[in-house]
């Protein structure tokens, strides 16, 4: 794994033991570890951050028994991932009587029989054995550094086969936590580096990055530094998204409707099949044409920029390694759409990014054409097609046509940024925040963190197919979710302003179809699931969409069966 993680292929394991049983002097509560599992959960599943999905960042809070620790190690370790994390934050125990072997502590752990707790080399193990590209193994807790570092020493043979993996001990002796702190300094720190990131141009945080900075600002507050011991590549991919990233903004212009951007350094197909890429979605997607049709690429390579502003090159090495490892041979072509918005500036500033990770970039037409060939209309001479594209970050309506020998043209294109997928995320999270302020709570931002987005962003995909959705936000401080339910009624009138306007942008579309009678209507992007939409653009056009095709795939699929047909 050469490029950030996907966070669909990511699992995290969240453990903490703050309450005991027999707490004493030596034994005391950590009230600050029911903050840090909250709180690093809350920026782990933060699309701002990582993304995690919540149902794999699993958090187990004072376990009583070892397998109440272990079997969720267990079950994330068991699954085909790029990045495995686990976390333990609590008391770490040393054993005077087995060669000082470091044991985490349960709730029910007695401190003079430290054998209660469970042996960190058990947790060590199923890290170093789990599929995941990547292993993290964070450890917040006494003695951790010098138990890890005697762990390693023990089975250097059983880590050196493991592949890519990092063990991050929070301190050599005592781990501090701050009297009436949220946090434990460690934890607290390291949220501090994710939440803000650092002024560079980089759009990641490397883990190398991430436990460095930690580091010196422990070390410039008196607080000790953590100790990591790394195998393989992990200490140097990237971790998280740079909060603090740096970009350069290039002004948008408007391009030339419907032409396929080609530079002229353009050279033909060199080998293999033609890989398609639609960059305008939240995460790439790529797909191959194959000896069946078009193929979806499964593993994505991290977060797509919502314009070519960003450095690119590291994403699409990664999307080539992907691809690389579905053909079963090195990807070499490739088309890559992009938004018809997009001035010839910014699309060479991708195909510059693409050329850098190896790819030959054949053309880079926009995301309405493609949506197009993906259903096969330019092989229908004379067919017209209103196509409805929402990206992350934009929407574009277009109107494509169809002419003698496969031809394509856009006879009519309209754009709107502010119609993008996050708008529509951003108004079910402002009905989540007003329901729950109805209830009587108050601070709902500082309550229930970032992840109102992703409770968001999971409702509306449950309402493309349900006719409601149960959201439970759960408070960052840990506390017991809220649950709402969110019916398909109140969604459209939670975004009824933007429904509207896109509604006048298909309007205007039509309006301008002169000549050109309207025989299809073709969706494409995520968010062009959701019945709404399909609703508004029937009732402007009198046409029900094509359907067939996955809405999320379907400009990755034209993409790849562009370069079939002449220059357009």
């Given amino acids: 794994m050469t490029a950030a993680p996907d966070p669909r292929r990511t699992w995290a394991v969240l453990i903490g033991t703050g309450e005991y ?41 004072n376990p009583s028994t070892p397998d109440d620790l272990l079997n969720p190690v267990r079950e994330a370790a068991g699954q085909d991932a790029d990045l495995l994390l686990v976390y333990y934050t609590g008391h770490g125990l040393v054993s005077r009587h087995r060669l000082g072997e470091l044991y985490l502590a349960l709730r029910g752990t007695d401190p003079e029989v430290v054998a209660g707790g469970v042996e960190f080399k058990h947790v060590g193990a199923e890290v170093a054995g789990a599929g995941a590209a990547s292993r ?219 050329e850098a990770a190896g790819w030959n970039v054949l053309a880079a037409p926009g995301v309405s054409v493609c949506a197009f ?61 007003t329901s729950l302020e109805d209830s009587g709570l108050s601070g709902i931002r500082e309550r229930f963190g970032d992840g109102l987005e992703a409770v968001a962003e999971d409702a509306m995909a449950v309402l493309c197919e349900g006719e409601s959705a149960v959201l439970r936000p759960a408070p960052a401080d840990g506390g017991e979710p809220v649950a709402l339910e969110l019916g398909r009624g109140e969604f459209e009138e939670a975004t009824k302003e933007l429904r509207d306007r896109l509604a006048g942008l298909v309007r205007r579309v039509v309006a301008e179809k002169g000549e050109f009678d309207i025989d299809e209507v073709v969706l494409s992007g995520a968010g062009a699931r959701m019945p709404a939409i399909r609703d508004l653009v029937e009732a402007a056009t009198g046409i029900r969409d094509r359907g067939g095709l996955a809405p999320e795939l379907v400009v990755a699929f034209g993409a790849c069966a562009y370069p079939a047909g002449p220059e357009k």
């Fill in 21 to 61: 049983d027999h707490a004493g002097p030596s034994l005391p509560r950590i009230p600050a570890a029911a903050g840090n599992l909250a709180d690093l959960r809350a920026a782990l599943c933060s699309p701002l951050i990582l993304g995690v999905p919540r149902e794999q960042c699993l958090v187990v809070e």
């Fill in 136 to 354: 993290i193994l964070m450890l917040d807790c006494c003695f951790s550094a010098k138990a890890t570092l005697d762990l390693v020493g023990a089975t250097s043979r059983l880590f050196s086969k493991t592949g890519d993996l990092a063990i991050i001990g929070a301190s050599e002796r005592a781990a501090r936590a701050p009297k009436g702190a949220r946090n434990t300094a460690f934890t607290g720190t390291l949220l501090e580096v994710v939440r803000e990131g650092v002024d560079d141009p980089s759009p990641y945080l490397t883990l190398s990055q991430t436990i460095t900075l930690t580091g010196e600002r422990l070390a410039a507050s008196g607080q000790p530094k953590p100790a990591p011991f790394v195998w393989g590549s992990t200490w140097m991919l990237p971790f998280v998204r740079n909060r603090g990233h740096r970009s350069v903004p290039v002004p948008a212009a408007p391009a030339a409707a419907g032409a396929a951007h080609r530079r002229r350094d353009f050279t033909p197909p060199v080998r293999g099949p033609v890989v398609g890429m639609d960059l305008s979605s939240a995460v790439p997607v790529a797909a191959v044409l194959g000896r069946k049709g078009p193929q979806r690429i499964h593993r994505a390579a991290g977060p797509a920029p919502s314009a070519p502003d960003r450095p690119l090159a590291e994403i699409l090495a990664g999307v080539r390694k992907d691809a690389s490892a579905h053909l079963g041979q090195f990807a070499s072509d490739a088309v890559i759409a992009v938004p018809a918005r997009w001035a010839a500036a910014e699309v060479d500033a991708v195909c510059d990014a693409a």
């Fill in 373 to 433: 060939v993906a259903h096969h209309l330019h092989t229908r001479a004379g067919t017209t097609a209103l196509v409805l594209h929402l990206g992350a970050r934009h929407c574009e309506v277009s109107l494509v046509g169809s002419g003698f020998g496969s031809e394509v043209a856009v006879h009519a294109d309209h754009h709107d940024p502010e119609l993008g997928g996050d708008r529509w995320t951003a108004c079910v999270v402002a009905w989540i925040i």
